[in-house]
Every structure is written in C-alpha cells, then in structure tokens.
C-alpha cells in the first residue's frame, strides 16, 4: 500500500491520463510508419518504435499499480508528536550545527530541492517514530552522523 498526498496522487493520475490518451496512441502511429517502411528484420526504425512501445507500457502498468494501491492521506488527523509520513521536520547536525528542514514523503514524491525526504531514505528511516529532543545516529555513506529533532510540525 503506497500512501500519498492528494497533491501527488492527482499528479500520478494526471501523468497517467497523458500516457494514454497522448503519448501511447502517438507510438502506435510511429509503429504503424515503420512497419509500413518494408523488411521488419533490417529495419531500425521499427525496431526502436517497438522499443518505445514497450517502455511506454511499462511506465502505465507501474503507474496503474501505484494508483491501485494508493491511499490518499488527510493531513488534517495527524498529529506533531512523533516524526512520521507528511511531517516537517526540522533536524540539526550536531557535529557542525548545521539545521536542516526536510518533509517525510513517499518516495514518488521525494525531492530533496523541494526539502521533501523520501520514507524510505536512510535519514528518514532513523529519525521515524523519534520525538522532538531525541538525537539519532544515522549511517549515511560517508560515515554516521548525529541528528538531534529540534520540532516536528504537520
């Protein structure tokens, strides 16, 4: 089960509809081209239209599943006590005091220039369930760093 935010959940369903409705029958013209061009074992442009189709199908199947799966989360009942999923949290490096702002979201919407943290990343994974005051110890690529909650808002 994926839970999104309805901002999310609209934009995945947006991207869906423009697959099918744009993107997919513009392909099956371009394959239609092709195959008209003659000999499909030599013919590159058939091929790579093929190609285009598959990954074209495989980008709405694995939308399809995500929207099947999805619930939509209202924000409105949930509550700043703990670090959780729609949370803003704002951390400090302890080492170098360095404060940071990041908002725990699921990975289709993670980005970190928008300050938004996947779930599933190694940050987010330490500092879920924690409460305002607590330091974690996160083990990042380049070593372990602590992280102290300095608030948690919704």
């Known amino acids: 089960m994926e839970y999104l935010s309805q901002e999310c959940y609209d934009e995945l369903v947006a991207e869906l509809k423009d697959l099918i409705s744009v993107q997919l ?14 000999d499909l074992s030599e013919n590159f442009e058939y091929h790579a239209a093929k190609r285009a189709h598959g990954k074209l199908l495989g980008q709405i199947r694995f939308k ?3 929207l099947q799966f999805a619930r939509v989360m209202d924000t409105s009942h949930l509550t700043n006590d703990t670090v959780g999923l729609f949370r803003r949290v704002e951390i400090t490096n302890v080492a170098n005091n360095q404060r940071m702002t990041y908002t725990i979201v699921n990975p289709h919407e993670a980005n970190l220039r928008e300050g938004k943290l996947s779930v599933k990343s190694p940050v987010a994974e330490a500092l879920l369930g924690k409460r305002q005051g607590d330091v974690v110890e996160v083990k990042v690529p380049s070593g372990t760093i602590s992280l102290r909650i300095e608030s948690i808002s919704v």
């Open 25 to 38: 029958p513009k392909i099956k013209a371009e394959l239609v081209e092709a195959r008209e061009k003659g």
């Open 64 to 66: 399809q599943r995500v």
